[in-house]
């Protein structure tokens, strides 16, 4: 009786195992953590992933033709657990990102000769890059629309995130913009529910938005959460732009990578900006051993093209290290990317940066610590860290905009505390402590 190292098939799989390969200038390569099933070798599971996402099956094949086997996947760099994938660009359809993910990352995850497949990150080459639209505004545009150069953005959802009629959501955000917040911002749950209408807050919100503009000479704006079936999507994304907004908001791992294609096109034509929100992405990217990792999921938004993408906290109530939301951070913003530990290069041919998210569980006592870690150039959003302010709501955002502003002067937080009693109030609430 044969052993599976000395089947054919094995054999056959090994043809898609080549060591001494290098990637073509225009090829793709998928970096995997591959854990194999017991009885198989590291090679053996890494031919069978190439085979799987490329020309391969489970036997040995009399059509494919010498034309076609140049099309063979190739495992070829390995260290330890991780093994780096090239693939012919002629593999994927141009913009088609549901077709891509469908080979790199399709029927692979679901293999016997696998214990554990992470697919880690993916370099993606300039053929396919030029294809994806990438952001529309990207970092710099948000900021000249919005007004606002240097310091980071902020963002509050009104809390209970769900229950609020739409005029009491309306009247949670008028408080935040006067209290000095930028972005009112839907809950990635809120769309159009009984008790709070999509068309009735968008009308009422986006007429208290104009009156906080007024009063405090300061750009305003609403992350609005349309997502919903795809041409339903579109119908909402014109009555936002119908009412003078600047945003829409979608989940995009729900909706799906086909749909977010679709609504990157209508974006483009009624000049409105993508908030992306991630909700979902946790049920493949969180197991360090298997799934997705949420850095290919930031490149994937990135090239399709959205404005604005959550990237964590690490300081947070979410799960996450780091080192994952550095990664994510400089995946996102940096033009040319030269990696980290167990990331790929990445040139993105002159696609836009897309502005950070970091959201979760925030509080202005861990302000200071987040942005020393990701910087300025990012939304700072809270929720309960503004809605759990003893004084309300308005009381809320006038504290987070003190701190950040104390920040960017390069003042203690401390010493804000003695003319603000909003700042104040929210440190002797929360002090520096995570609540997870």
């Given at each position: 009786?044969?052993?599976?190292?000395?089947?054919?098939?094995?054999?056959?799989?090994?043809?898609?195992?080549?060591?001494?390969?290098?990637?073509?200038?225009?090829?793709?390569?998928?970096?995997?953590?591959?854990?194999?099933?017991?009885?198989?070798?590291?090679?053996?599971?890494?031919?069978?992933?190439?085979?799987?996402?490329?020309?391969?099956?489970?036997?040995t094949l009399t059509t494919l033709t010498p034309r076609v086997r140049k099309l063979m996947a190739k495992a070829y760099q390995f260290s330890g657990e991780f093994v780096s994938i090239t693939y012919p660009q002629e593999l994927f359809e141009e913009a088609n990102m549901p077709q891509v993910l469908s080979s790199v990352a399709g029927n692979v995850f679901g293999m016997k000769a696998v214990r554990g497949l992470r697919l880690i990150d993916i370099s993606w080459p300039e053929p396919l890059v030029s294809k994806f639209r990438g952001p529309q505004f990207g970092m710099q545009g948000i900021r000249s629309f919005m007004?606002?150069?240097?310091?980071?953005?902020?963002?509050?959802?009104?809390?209970?995130?769900?229950?609020?009629?739409?005029?009491?959501?309306?009247?949670?955000?008028?408080?935040?913009?006067?209290?000095?917040?930028?972005?009112?911002?839907?809950?990635?749950?809120?769309?159009?529910?009984?008790?709070?209408?999509?068309?009735?807050?968008?009308?009422?919100?986006?007429?208290?938005?104009?009156?906080?503009?007024?009063?405090?000479?300061?750009?305003?704006?609403?992350?609005?959460?349309?997502?919903?079936?795809?041409?339903?999507?579109?119908?909402?994304?014109?009555?936002?732009?119908?009412?003078?907004?600047?945003?829409?908001?979608?989940?995009?791992?729900?909706?799906?990578?086909?749909?977010?294609?679709?609504?990157?096109?209508?974006?483009?034509?009624?000049?409105?900006?993508?908030?992306?929100?991630?909700?979902?992405?946790?049920?493949?990217?969180?197991?360090?051993?298997?799934?997705?990792?949420?850095?290919?999921?930031?490149?994937?938004?990135?090239?399709?093209?959205?404005?604005?993408?959550?990237?964590?906290?690490?300081?947070?109530?979410?799960?996450?290290?780091?080192?994952?939301?550095?990664?994510?951070?400089?995946?996102?913003?940096?033009?040319?990317?030269?990696?980290?530990?167990?990331?790929?290069?990445?040139?993105?041919?002159?696609?836009?940066?897309?502005?950070?998210?970091?959201?979760?569980?925030?509080?202005?006592?861990?302000?200071?610590?987040?942005?020393?870690?990701?910087?300025?150039?990012?939304?700072?959003?809270?929720?309960?860290?503004?809605?759990?302010?003893?004084?309300?709501?308005?009381?809320?955002?006038?504290?987070?905009?003190?701190?950040?502003?104390?920040?960017?002067?390069?003042?203690?937080?401390?010493?804000?505390?003695?003319?603000?009693?909003?700042?104040?109030?929210?440190?002797?609430?929360?002090?520096?402590?995570?609540?997870?």
């Open positions: 009786m044969k052993t599976k190292t000395e089947s054919k098939e094995v054999e056959w799989y090994l043809d898609f195992v080549d060591k001494k390969a290098r990637p073509e200038k225009d090829d793709l390569v998928a970096l995997f953590r591959i854990i194999p099933a017991e009885g198989f070798t590291i090679e053996e599971a890494a031919g069978r992933v190439a085979s799987e996402s490329s020309v391969g099956t489970w036997t007004k606002i150069r240097k310091r980071p953005l902020t963002a509050s959802v009104p809390k209970p995130k769900l229950g609020l009629t739409y005029e009491e959501h309306a009247k949670h955000g008028y408080e935040a913009w006067s209290g000095g917040l930028d972005l009112l911002k839907d809950d990635e749950n809120l769309t159009n529910q009984d008790f709070n209408s999509f068309e009735k807050r968008a009308r009422l919100c986006y007429r208290l938005r104009d009156k906080a503009e007024r009063e405090t000479g300061e750009r305003k704006s609403y992350l609005i959460n349309i997502t919903a079936e795809t041409k339903e999507m579109e119908r909402r994304a014109r009555l936002v732009k119908e009412l003078g907004g600047e945003y829409v908001m979608i989940d995009i791992c729900t909706t799906g990578w086909a749909a977010l294609q679709t609504l990157r096109e209508t974006c483009q034509d009624l000049g409105l900006a993508i908030h992306a929100h991630r909700a979902f992405h946790a049920a493949f990217t969180r197991n360090p051993e298997h799934g997705m990792s949420m850095t290919v999921l930031a490149e994937t938004a990135r090239l399709i093209g959205v404005d604005q993408l959550h990237i964590g906290t690490v300081i947070g109530k979410l799960e996450a290290s780091e080192e994952e939301v550095l990664t994510l951070r400089d995946k996102v913003v940096g033009k040319k990317y030269e990696g980290r530990r167990n990331t790929l290069p990445q040139n993105w041919f002159g696609k836009k940066d897309v502005l950070p998210v970091s959201s979760g569980g925030l509080h202005v006592g861990l302000l200071y610590p987040l942005l020393k870690m990701l910087g300025t150039d990012i939304i700072v959003q809270m929720g309960g860290g503004i809605w759990g302010h003893p004084m309300g709501g308005r009381a809320g955002a006038k504290a987070l905009r003190e701190a950040i502003d104390a920040y960017m002067s390069g003042s203690d937080l401390n010493d804000t505390t003695k003319a603000s009693k909003e700042l104040k109030a929210a440190l002797e609430k929360w002090g520096t402590k995570t609540y997870e």
